[in-house]
């Protein structure tokens, strides 16, 4: 995270390799602390949050260099305070972005552009938004999962103002302890990487905070291991994930992004301690639609 | 005779063979009963032994630990009451892992009285001491004299670095979540507890001393800041002062220097700029969101606190200011170096410069062999320029005064020639571009 950029990889890509593509430079507007990134089929286009600058950029999904992003939300209008994750509603076309200090979700309409105001904003106490940093759509359900402090909070998708939320996957069976991280949906399940990494810091902003003792240890020595999780977007309380990726065979030790490729059967998740990207062939957390098949055993068309 | 001589290696190597397989097998089966240590603490005295130096090591060690834990406590790895509609997970092992072997070298310091050059890697939190005539034209790697690293030294995404030349000591903060600068004697190795460790706000990148008022500057991204501590600072020890407001300018700062002859303290910054919080947009009188400003060299009073404004500010088309990351002070010469990210390029610049200047000399072009520059470091004593190439496995080294699209003299390598540097600096975040079948990382 010390330097900002987007690298682009070939899916096959393994080991040290180099980026086929980078995005880079001061005129594409990249800040560091990019927690969020999400491609757009429809329009063939990626968003990407600037957390440093209160703003969000939409690229060319082919962009390379330092290319100018496409359309720039930002200004006092947005109402994005410190924005870390996006997530695409691409059924009704919108942006969904989380606001870390700001405890916040703006929802902007997806060709939003410039001082643009939300279209709908999810806060305030009754919403329990804290460290957010993950964002899943179900616009089938129209369900909105979030990546919250310590677990997943499950939203209406259409949501606003302060509202509480209408379900909460947490506690010890969930495996999730702290800073659940990015998040997908795919056809009713959620996919969360879950960084379980401990990150204590003895400032708030800069000011050192009065209980401040000793350097807290680091944390990504925290012995309990991340994972890949996956959970029904109707879960809802104390509940094992349907199927986990973890262990030390697997690589992760404290997983933050997370990626799906359904049509290959993969997922992909970076590591914070391999500092890496990871690509596991899980055809089996896909689950095909059933053929519509006909009385004579054939598939209907 | 030589028959009988490779039967018998082919068998002695069969019998090694099998005794790794067997040890293998037992191993996967019963990790438990190899000890790998256990979280370690920077503050612990029973992890300075730990002569465990390698990162890969420490990860499995880490991930070893973290699974014995989750078993005993009953948390299963796969599957929950679901189990008939649960698609099946586990510990499966990648297909694919797009991981650097290497360091991915971030800032340089030399020290040319001890012939020292140290550089961190923010890929395997490392520091690496080179001899200072290391590199040349080979293409292989140069042996550093020693590296510290390992969980005991507590370093993650090490960013800045600072020598002190007279304590012999070094002084590196990490950025990322690691929230912490620590300093290390000259003389140490390997998995090594810091001298000191001191907590800092989150987003830490540069670091600076200041031998006349036994002081040392942290550069903050995040709260666009800078923080001084006492040099010896420890713990949670809080900053002497802290630069921060609108008035200062300060916009995603990173690389910074102190200038002991004149009393000044030179930030460069991207230009990125947001308040930290919602509370402090609406102490400022409402939201007024962030926004982008051109980077820029900003110069202050060595005292500067609170809201001080800089003193005067290199800024502008003309600067070629791109991505501003380390400086470097010649004050002999009276100039700064800077590495310029953004267009793979050195600038340098008359130390007292202001507004929108051109730089003096830009190194910069394919026979510079520089690529993703983020360390920078003078050295007057040898009339020589390092730079630290984030995007490439390499630190160049030109003569002080180089101009133009020149070839360096030395190039240190810490892979052989060739080697694709992935570059990632914990990837918070991914997507996949369906259409082209590509990942998407950015850092």
């Known amino acids: ?301 | 005779m030589p028959e009988r001589r490779t039967a018998w290696l082919m068998s002695a190597g069969a019998a090694l063979m099998f005794i790794g397989g067997c040890f293998n097998l037992f191993f996967r089966a019963t990790p438990s009963l190899f000890h790998f240590g256990t979280q370690a603490s920077v503050a612990s005295d029973d992890a300075a032994d730990d002569d465990d130096s390698c990162a890969d090591t420490t990860e499995l060690a880490m991930a070893m630990t973290a699974w014995r834990q989750t078993q005993q406590r009953g948390i299963h790895s796969a599957l929950s009451t679901e189990v008939e509609t649960a698609p099946v997970g586990g510990d499966i092992a990648p297909a694919r892992s797009v991981v650097d072997a290497y360091a991915s070298l971030h800032s340089v310091a030399v020290d040319p009285d001890a012939n020292q050059v140290m550089v961190s890697d923010s890929n395997r939190g490392a520091i690496f001491f080179y001899n200072r005539s290391a590199g040349g034209n080979s293409s292989q790697i140069a042996n550093p004299e020693r590296v510290i690293r390992g969980p005991s030294t507590g370093m993650m995404f090490v960013a800045g670095i600072a020598l002190d030349t007279t304590d012999r000591e070094v002084f590196a903060v990490n950025n990322d979540i690691g929230d912490r600068m620590e300093v290390f004697p000259y003389d140490v190795e390997g998995n090594t507890k810091p001298k000191r460790v001191l907590s800092v706000p989150h987003g830490a990148w540069g670091v600076a001393l200041n031998p006349m008022r036994k002081e040392v500057a942290v550069s903050i991204e995040h709260p666009n800041t800078v923080v001084v501590y006492r040099r010896e600072a420890t713990g949670s020890e809080a900053p002497l002062r802290v630069l921060r407001g609108p008035e200062t300018e300060l916009a995603d700062p990173h690389g910074i220097v102190v200038d002991t002859g004149h009393d000044e303290m030179l930030v460069a910054n991207h230009g990125n700029w947001a308040p930290l919080t919602r509370e402090e947009e609406q102490a400022q009188g409402g939201l007024r969101g962030g926004h982008f400003a051109l980077p820029s060299i900003n110069t202050y009073a060595i005292d500067a606190k609170g809201d001080d404004k800089p003193i005067r500010k290199i800024q502008g088309a003309q600067t070629q200011l791109n991505w501003p990351m380390g400086l470097s002070l010649d004050a002999t010469h009276d100039e700064i170096a800077v590495a310029n990210y953004g267009t793979n390029s050195i600038l340098a610049f008359r130390r007292n410069a202001g507004g929108d200047v051109a730089p003096l000399r830009v190194i910069r072009g394919d026979r510079t062999g520089i690529l993703g520059p983020m360390g920078v470091a003078i050295d007057v004593k040898n009339d020589e320029l390092w730079v630290t190439n984030y995007r490439d496995h390499t630190a160049v080294v030109f003569a002080r005064t180089a101009n133009g699209n020149v070839a360096p003299k030395r190039v240190l390598r810490n892979a052989p020639a060739g080697t694709p540097a992935v570059g990632f600096g914990n990837p918070g975040a991914i997507a996949y571009d369906s259409k082209r079948g590509q990942i998407l990382v950015p850092n």
């Open chain 1, 1 to 301: 995270m010390t330097q900002p950029r987007i690298a682009v990889f070939a899916r096959l890509a393994n080991g040290d390799a180099a980026p086929t593509r980078l995005i880079t430079g001061q005129n594409t507007l990249l800040g560091r602390t990019i927690h969020g990134l999400a491609y757009n089929p429809t329009r063939d286009e990626i968003v990407v949050p600037n957390a440093l600058a209160d703003a969000v950029l939409v690229f060319r999904a082919a962009a390379a260099g330092s290319e100018h992003p496409l359309r720039v939300i930002e200004g006092p209008h947005t109402l994005l305070v410190t924005p870390h994750a996006v997530s695409l509603d691409l059924r009704n076309q919108e942006i969904l972005v989380a606001s870390l200090t700001g405890r916040r979700i703006n929802v902007f309409r997806w060709d939003a552009n410039g001082d643009a105001a939300p279209v709908r904003l999810i806060e305030g106490p009754k919403t329990e938004l804290g460290h957010v940093v993950g964002l899943a759509v179900d616009p089938e359900r129209n369900l909105l999962a979030v990546a919250n402090t310590h677990e997943i909070l499950i939203f209406n998708r259409t949501d606003n103002g302060d509202v509480a939320p209408r379900g909460r996957i947490a506690g010890p069976k969930t495996g999730i302890t702290d800073e659940p991280w990015q998040m997908e949906f795919y056809k009713g399940r959620i996919f969360l990487a879950a960084s379980n990494h401990f990150h204590q810091n003895l400032y708030d902003g800069v000011t050192l905070r009065p209980d401040a003792t000793d350097v807290p240890d680091d944390p990504w020595l925290n012995p309990i291991l991340g994972f890949m999780g996956i959970w029904n977007i109707t879960d809802n309380g104390d509940v094992a994930p349907l199927a986990m990726i973890r262990g030390p065979f697997s690589g992760l030790i404290h997983p933050v992004g997370l990626a799906l490729n359904p049509k290959d059967g993969e997922v992909y998740v970076s590591d914070s301690v391999k500092n890496g990207v990871l690509g596991f062939l899980v055809p089996q957390f896909f689950p095909q639609e059933k053929p519509n098949v006909n009385s004579d055993g054939r598939q209907s068309k």
